[in-house]
């Protein structure tokens, strides 16, 4: 195969798929139905190849023909396991089902450490806990810890003002 060749195949993966697609559509000359990247480079690399090569022959497109005509083809894929004595199995109720995959299961305790606070949140079934309230998201209770700590914060510079203002 010529070095040119090679390149451009080398090259297919730097391609959006619109290039792609342009590219399938200039080699096949026909329209593009796939957008899938790495089935059109694959067709496409296939195509550059057959054309340096040289491809089947006539004959051999021939005898395909001709074989393909008086052939059953099957519309559907074959399944690769018969489902005979399967049992399908329903999810307990209390077990959960659309759970981010993210988050540790419920009951897990999460804890991290923020501006020298413990932070400890508790994984429950519908949400999370900290400091004994139930929220509905780990935003909600970013926020919560934010609030309170920037209360403290206030807290302790209004107590400097006032004794720095307060004569002893």
């Given amino acids: 195969m010529s070095p040119n060749v090679l390149l451009e195949i080398a090259e297919l993966q730097d391609k959006t798929v619109s290039q792609l697609v342009q590219r399938y559509e200039q080699v096949f000359e026909e329209e593009c139905r796939s957008r899938n990247k790495q089935y059109l480079i694959r067709r496409i690399a296939w195509r550059l190849q057959a054309n340096e090569e040289g491809g089947l022959s006539r004959d051999a497109l021939k005898k395909a023909e001709e074989l393909a005509i008086g052939a059953e083809t099957r519309v559907t894929a074959p399944r690769k396991y018969s489902t005979e004595g399967v049992k399908l199995v329903l999810p307990e109720p209390d077990s959960?089902?659309?759970?981010?995959?993210?988050?540790?299961?419920?009951?897990?305790?999460?804890?991290?450490?923020?501006?020298?606070?413990?932070?400890?949140v508790i994984v429950l079934q519908e949400?999370?806990?900290?400091?004994?309230?139930?929220?509905?998201?780990?935003?909600?209770?970013?926020?919560?810890?934010?609030?309170?700590?920037?209360?403290?914060?206030q807290l302790a510079l209004s107590r400097i003002a006032i004794s720095i203002g307060s004569p002893r």
């Fill in 127 to 153: 949400g999370f806990e900290y400091e004994g309230r139930r929220y509905k998201s780990l935003t909600a209770i970013a926020k919560e810890v934010m609030r309170s700590l920037t209360g403290m914060r």
């Fill in 96 to 120: 959960f089902v659309d759970w981010d995959p993210r988050l540790p299961p419920p009951g897990n305790i999460v804890e991290r450490q923020y501006k020298g606070k413990m932070i400890r």
